[in-house]
């Protein structure tokens, strides 16, 4: 749908965030680093693609970078001998798991202490499993209606042990797989090498533009969270945007290690509303966004259409 995730606009404030800049170890100083995390793993669409064969692709594309990601899991979706085995899988090859809720309810629209029991319940089945569970992140990125639901909230994780993890970089990949998939049910033989070149141009252009936004606040070396999902599109093309980016100069931080960044562990100065951290970061200041991409407005819509998509 197209209002599943606020559209990620703006960029970020100068003031008050030099001091969350890290220089690289033994990098230049002007080198592009990113982590990627990937919520929710459903385990549905496998059209073209099986199951088994996505989740495999995903995994053999981060070890073609030498990355170790981490996995933002919501239980509902993996309640079964192969949804369980998947989430062994990235444990099994060092990627990190995390707490992504056990039915992907929006804050906004649930009583708190309900969410916060979700939110419970998920961490215990991960546990059950033999998964440990350090981090959060909110569906939709969604953390409250309003500032006293969201400092309750940040309360409550408190109190479960759990840190936030927020997004400053969103691939908008599920609206992409959305119309891919649609494609797919009509016509299971598409051609999808137009969606590959989209996807991964669409990814560079978004890396670099929100690289961008993160100097002007002088972050140098503070690594992206990058946010994905566990799916097809991901199944398929995942190894061709993470090689598309490292051939444009970016560097992969384990996510255990860019999570642990103490500059992403602050309550957010409001809800975020679907906003990433450099977007409240700017509202923050009120400094004003930087020109977007174009193609890429509207979850991309228009260079969608205009590729046919």
Same mark, same amino acid.
């Given at each position: 749908m197209? !209002?599943?995730?606020?559209?990620?606009m %703006?960029?970020?404030a100068?003031?008050?965030?030099? &001091?969350c800049?890290?220089?690289?170890?033994?990098?230049?100083?002007?080198q592009?680093?990113?982590?990627? /995390?990937?919520?929710?793993?459903?385990?549905?669409?496998d059209?073209?693609?099986?199951? =088994?064969?996505?989740?495999?692709?995903? *995994?053999d594309a981060?070890?073609?970078? %030498?990355?170790k990601?981490? %996995?933002?899991?919501?239980?509902s979706?993996?309640?079964?001998? +192969?949804?369980?085995?998947?989430?062994?899988?990235?444990?099994?090859r060092?990627?990190?798991?995390?707490?992504? /809720?056990?039915?992907?309810?929006?804050?906004?629209?649930?009583p708190?202490? !309900?969410?916060?029991a979700?939110?419970?319940?998920?961490?215990?089945y991960?546990?059950?499993?033999?998964?440990?569970t350090?981090y959060?992140r909110f569906?939709?990125?969604?953390?409250?209606?309003?500032r &006293?639901q969201?400092?309750?909230?940040?309360?409550g994780l408190n109190?479960?042990?759990? *840190?936030?993890a927020p997004?400053?970089?969103?691939?908008? $990949? +599920?609206? /992409? /797989?959305?119309?891919?998939?649609?494609r797919?049910?009509?016509?299971p033989?598409?051609? *999808?090498?137009?969606?590959?070149?989209?996807?991964? $141009?669409m990814?560079?252009?978004?890396a670099?533009? +929100? =690289?961008?936004?993160?100097?002007?606040?002088?972050?140098?070396?503070?690594?992206?969270?990058? *946010?994905?999902?566990h799916n097809v599109?991901?199944g398929?093309?995942?190894k061709?945007v993470?090689?598309? @980016?490292?051939?444009?100069? +970016?560097?992969?931080?384990?996510?255990?290690d860019?999570?642990?960044?103490?500059?992403?562990h !602050? @309550?957010p100065p409001?809800?975020?509303?679907?906003?990433?951290w450099?977007?409240?970061k700017?509202?923050?200041?009120?400094?004003? &966004?930087?020109?977007?991409?174009?193609?890429?407005?509207?979850?991309g819509?228009?260079?969608?259409?205009?590729?046919?998509?």
């Open positions: 197209m !209002d599943r995730r606020g559209f990620l %703006g960029a970020a100068v003031a008050g965030l030099t &001091a800049s890290v220089k690289p170890q033994g990098s230049a100083i002007d592009k680093r990113m982590a990627i /995390t990937m919520d929710d793993f459903t385990q549905t669409f059209i073209g693609l099986s199951l =088994e064969q996505r989740n495999a692709n995903i *995994l981060f070890d073609a970078v %030498g990355h990601a981490a %996995g933002f899991v919501t239980g979706f993996v309640e079964s001998e +192969w949804g369980e085995q998947v989430v062994e899988s990235w444990t099994s060092g990627h990190l798991i995390g707490n992504h /809720t056990w039915t992907h309810p929006h804050a906004n629209e649930t708190t202490q !309900d969410y916060l979700d939110i419970k319940r998920n961490s215990d991960l546990r059950s499993l033999g998964h440990r350090d959060f569906p939709f990125l969604d953390d409250g209606r309003d &006293a969201q400092v309750a909230l940040f309360e109190e479960q042990g759990l *840190l936030n997004v400053t970089f969103d691939t908008v $990949d +599920w609206y /992409t /797989t959305s119309r891919m998939e649609a797919l049910r009509d016509n033989q598409t051609d *999808l090498a137009p969606y590959r070149e989209y996807y991964v $141009d990814c560079v252009t978004l670099n533009y +929100w =690289e961008e936004t993160s100097r002007m606040l002088g972050n140098i070396g503070l690594p992206h969270l990058t *946010l994905m999902h599109l991901n398929h093309f995942l061709d993470l090689l598309a @980016l490292k051939a444009d100069g +970016w560097a992969f931080v384990d996510a255990a860019a999570l642990d960044m103490t500059a992403y !602050d @309550l409001e809800p975020t509303m679907g906003r990433n450099l977007t409240l700017r509202r923050e200041m009120g400094i004003e &966004a930087l020109p977007y991409p174009q193609d890429y407005l509207q979850f819509k228009p260079g969608m259409d205009a590729r046919g998509l």
